[in-house]
């Protein structure tokens, strides 16, 4: 069992910057995958990005390669850090933990978080 907590989201103008936190906690929570997907009104949960358990591998949407990086701490936090930010990216924020291998599938997530607003105007 896993608890993830999120904070960071708010409100930023189109080309600026935020950084998501989540504190995850429980047993081997060092050993869990984790994902960052995103849910806009009225649309599908989609998948942002995902850094597996050691950190040493990352992947991302094609919408969000060169603008936000996933990373993750010793201290079983893990960040999304936004730059360049579009009204295109205006979501709700999930993390989300997984036993198994980091995946792109939304499905593939075991735990998660409350999740975060993030509102980019224009």
């Known amino acids: 069992q896993v608890q993830l907590v999120e904070s960071g989201g708010g409100l930023v103008q189109a080309g600026g910057s935020l950084r998501l936190s989540c504190a995850a906690s429980?047993?081997?929570?060092?050993?869990?995958?984790m994902g960052w997907l995103r849910q806009a009104p009225g649309k599908e949960r989609e998948f942002v990005a995902a850094i597996s358990w050691n950190g040493g591998s990352t992947y991302y949407a094609d919408s969000v390669k060169g603008r936000f990086t996933v990373s993750r701490d010793n201290a079983n936090t893990v960040y999304l850090q936004m730059n360049s930010l579009k009204p295109e990216d205006t979501a709700v924020y999930y993390c989300?933990?997984?036993?198994?291998?980091?995946?792109?599938?939304?499905?593939?997530?075991?735990?998660w978080g409350q999740g975060s607003q993030v509102t980019v105007s224009s």
């Open positions: 989300a933990a997984t036993v198994r291998v980091v995946t792109r599938d939304v499905n593939g997530y075991d735990y």
């Open positions: 429980g047993r081997t929570v060092g050993r869990y995958g």
